[in-house]
């Protein structure tokens, strides 16, 4: 069974402009996270989604959003980028709500923003 | 909120010397689980613990659930070169919330 695939690998921008993440699923997992990774931070929760809606939010700001798709596929969405938005974004898929279910990580996007 | 405090956050030791790592929470979990971040990877699973008190072996890694279930550690024995990376504890609360609260880490490095 395929991954957890994200895509872009590697993205720079810069502040003020604004950047879509991609994010597939294992086969049949029907729920996404989103982490934001950052050095000082460690792994923040942004949000979760299930059956295209969304469970659970992290406390980041309304810049950050995201949507999943009827086939389970996530993206994540990220307007006016600042300086501080520079991370590595890891994309989290399961099974299903259950409070025990493993969560698979993907590669990452790192994003950079200059 | 619900806060996951890990300590150390860096170890160094000696390849064959023990490594242990803990966990604390704010609050009371269902359950905790651990992951393993190797350089320049992302996170892998390695384990969940969901009972009281559960010790949990994987080879050279024994996991333990605290009895009141708000701390966890990870120890490993004998340290390899292969055991480096970052070491995340991730904890949900009892009751309806269900979002996975990650610990800082702990990166450990093995010196040959």
């Known amino acids: 069974k395929a991954g957890v695939t994200q895509t872009p690998r590697y993205l720079i921008k810069t502040r003020g402009q604004q950047v879509t993440l991609s994010c597939s699923p294992i086969?049949?997992?029907?729920?996404v996270s989103w982490y934001q990774q950052t050095p000082g931070q460690g792994l923040q929760f942004l949000f979760e989604y299930f059956s295209e809606t969304q469970r659970n939010k992290g406390n980041f700001p309304g810049r950050f959003s995201g949507r999943q798709f009827s086939n389970s596929r996530s993206e994540m969405n990220v307007s006016t980028l600042e300086l501080g938005d520079s991370a590595l974004y890891l994309c989290?898929?399961?099974?299903?709500?259950?409070?025990?279910?493993?969560?698979?990580f993907g590669p990452g996007t790192r994003l950079t923003v200059l | 909120g619900q806060q996951v405090m890990q300590i150390p956050q860096y170890q160094h030791v000696q390849e064959g010397e023990d490594f242990t790592t803990y966990c604390n929470s704010s609050?009371?979990?269902?359950?905790i689980q651990w992951y393993k971040q190797r350089p320049g990877g992302h996170p892998v699973f390695l384990i969940q613990?969901?009972?009281?008190?559960e010790v949990k072996k994987q080879k050279r890694l024994t996991f333990q659930f605290g009895e009141a279930k708000k701390n966890s550690s990870l120890h490993i024995t004998a340290t390899q070169t292969t055991d480096v990376g970052t070491y995340f504890c991730?904890?949900?609360?009892?009751?309806?919330?269900?979002?996975?609260?990650f610990g800082s880490g702990t990166q450990l490095t093995v010196l040959p």
């Open positions: 989290a898929s399961s099974l299903s709500l259950a409070g025990t279910d493993t969560q698979y």
């Open positions: 991730a904890g949900r609360a009892s009751g309806s919330a269900r979002q996975l609260t």
């Open positions: 086969s049949g997992h029907r729920s």
């Open positions: 613990l969901v009972k009281s008190g």
């Open positions: 609050t009371t979990l269902s359950n």
